[in-house]
């Protein structure tokens, strides 16, 4: 079964750090890339980091590059977002996804997604 399970999210003040984590099944996690997407509310799903791990590269939106940071844990088949620096734009549902392609930014190159977890950033 093919299954992503975020967690992690919450309230915090403005410039303030979350760490959020996906947990994959072990099919998903062998997909060749794997990301984190938000939406706001009344806006479209965004790309926000991904990481190729066939390629070992990781890449960012440019909204968040230089404060956030993806990374990938092998042995917990955990793939998770450190966010620094949080601003209220950042206030959104994180989802977790996975995709077959590599270095896609691209919502529907992406098969794969969680439920998704809430983080809110009050000023």
């Known amino acids: 079964q093919v299954q992503l399970v975020e967690s992690g999210g919450g309230l915090v003040q403005e410039g303030g750090s979350l760490r959020l984590s996906c947990a994959a099944s072990a099919r998903a996690f062998s997909s060749p890339t794997m990301g984190w997407f938000r939406q706001a509310p009344g806006k479209e799903r965004e790309f926000v980091a991904g990481f190729s791990w066939s390629v070992y590269s990781t890449y960012y939106a440019d909204s968040v590059k230089g404060r956030f940071t993806i990374s990938r844990d092998t042995a917990k088949n955990t793939l998770s977002l450190q966010m620094n620096s949080l601003k209220p734009a950042d206030t959104a549902v994180y989802y977790c996804?996975?995709?077959?392609?590599?270095?896609?930014?691209?919502?529907?190159?992406?098969?794969?997604w969680g439920q998704g977890t809430q983080v809110t950033v009050s000023s």
């Open positions: 996804a996975a995709t077959r392609r590599l270095m896609t930014r691209n919502r529907s190159d992406y098969d794969t």
